[in-house]
């Protein structure tokens, strides 16, 4: 079952501008994680955001997450070519639970 | 390290064969999860493993589907006999203590049953 939902579904934009997606999720969580996929390869994760953290950045990225609102975005600033690809989100619920549920991801193009 | 393995890439068999999915994890990762993804479903989690136990298999579609992991170094995924629906991409993870330190995946194995 999916836990978090991406909003846009695709994205297309220039390089040089930044993308912005977000995720929206349902339950209480541990932590939030986004993933990258270029196609045909694995995930490749990127950055995890805790319940008690409400912004990080990771190189030209910036997460922040709303516990309130039950919402996280993903800023890439500066974009290029390179990054496009699938991107999504993560969820680890509490309740001692391991597992990771995921998004289904928003499709970002980056035209040179 | 080379990352997380999976063999075979590609898997393409006849409706009713037996299909083995293999998977060698991180060394040092102690928990192992395989997911299958879909373009209607997305990425589905079938089972994850802690310390070579298995912890949570609800995701398993049916008793079609097993997976075993006899070490720390290897998992399967056994699907007998396949169906059609089971055409997917498997994809194994792993990570150390589980998802509080985000997973590495593997390149997964394209599965496409006729």
């Known amino acids: 079952s999916q836990q978090g939902e991406e909003d846009p579904q695709a994205l297309s934009i220039q390089e040089g501008e930044n993308a912005t997606m977000n995720c929206s999720y349902k339950?209480?969580?541990?932590?939030l994680q986004w993933y990258r996929q270029n196609s045909g390869r694995g995930l490749v994760h990127l950055i995890l955001?805790?319940?008690?953290?409400r912004e990080k950045h990771s190189g030209r990225l910036r997460v922040t997450l709303d516990t309130s609102k039950k919402s996280s975005s993903l800023l890439i600033t500066a974009s290029r070519a390179a990054d496009t690809a699938s991107y999504f989100c993560a969820t680890e619920t509490q309740g001692g639970s391991e597992k990771l549920v995921f998004g289904k991801g928003t499709k970002l193009t980056v035209n040179p | 390290d080379a990352g997380v393995i999976q063999s075979p890439r590609h898997e393409v068999t006849e409706m009713g064969q037996e299909v083995t999915l293999r998977c060698k994890p991180i060394?040092?990762?102690?928990?192992l999860f395989w997911y299958r993804q879909t373009m209607m479903r997305g990425l589905e989690l079938l089972i994850y493993?802690?310390?070579?136990?298995?912890?949570?298999d609800s995701g398993m579609p049916e008793d079609r589907f097993s997976a075993k992991m006899p070490n720390a170094s290897f998992s399967t995924l056994k699907i007998q006999p396949s169906e059609p629906r089971d055409s997917a991409v498997y994809f194994c993870?792993?990570?150390?203590?589980?998802?509080?330190?985000?997973?590495?995946f593997g390149s997964g194995t394209r599965l496409t049953v006729v």
């Open positions: 493993f802690n310390n070579n136990v298995p912890i949570d």
């Open positions: 993870a792993s990570s150390f203590r589980g998802a509080g330190y985000g997973y590495t």
């Open positions: 339950t209480s969580i541990n932590n």
């Open positions: 060394s040092g990762h102690n928990s």
């Open positions: 955001i805790r319940s008690n953290e």
